[in-house]
């Protein structure tokens, strides 16, 4: 019995022995956490300001897949319009498209900034459309250079991609310098630098033009953003056919 006792008496000993030391620690550890400093508190981030649009944003296509029926409209013209169709936009190129009639189904006319409606006058500088068969086959346009519209290359490029949603699989060469230009005191508008996008029946082509001006001795120019957009199967027709025309035009000829 004093055995059974003793046991009992040494394991409530331990017990309490236990209980003590964990106490002990968990009092030692809470004070010593106190007395650290607290761990500082990171800056926040600020927010950064949205970049400009970069023209690599647009990501890079190997080739264009858009066919004639998907090429760009601007300006209310798109390729494959039957001249009455561009009539009723422009009502005022009826005289200059009738006086123009060619025998091998070509035809052209250039636009004034007044002959569009109001809304469209905005940086427009000068157009030119081309007729093969009737049906609009070419639209060149000129801008004005100001706020919005720029004169440089990849930023306009960037602009008639985006613009039209086209793939960006550009083509760009650098055709005639600066000093070119200045060699004659005439008027001469010579292309400087292009871009050219090839898709499945059309292409379009952007470039910056200088336009020289001579006048009282000094020598002056500025620069034109122009957009292309052309059928390229009318316009192997047309070569096809004047080609035709001037092997025709040569056989008739008896020496």
Partial sequence: ??????????????????TSLVCVVSTFAQRRRGTQSPR?????????????????????????????????????????MTVEQVLARVPSLRTRLAERNNEDGWNYA??????????DRAYFDLGTIEFVDGHLSYIEISY?????????????????????????????????????ILETLKERREPL?????????????TMIEVKH????????????????IEDTVAAQLLVKRR????ERERDKFKP
């Fill in 243 to 246: 080609k035709e025309n001037a």
């Fill in 110 to 119: 250039e636009i004034d900034r007044d002959a569009l409606p109001p809304d």
């Fill in 40 to 80: 500082p508190q990171l800056p926040a981030k600020k927010e950064r300001a949205t970049p400009a649009p970069n023209p690599s944003d647009i990501p890079i296509a190997h080739k264009c897949t858009l066919d004639l029926a998907h090429s760009p409209e601007i300006r209310g013209f798109r390729l494959g």
């Fill in 1 to 18: 019995m004093m055995r059974r006792y003793f046991r009992l008496l040494i394991l409530a000993l331990t017990v309490i022995i236990m």
């Fill in 213 to 228: 001006l001579s006048g009282s001795g000094a020598l002056s120019y500025y620069t034109s953003p122009h957009v292309q």
């Fill in 144 to 180: 004005s250079t100001g706020v919005g519209v720029s004169n440089s290359l990849e930023d306009f490029t960037y602009t008639i991609t985006k613009n039209f949603s086209l793939p960006n699989a550009w083509r760009t060469s650098r055709s005639m310098s600066r000093l070119n």
């Fill in 193 to 205: 630098e292009s871009a050219t996008l090839y898709c499945n029946g059309f292409r379009v082509n």
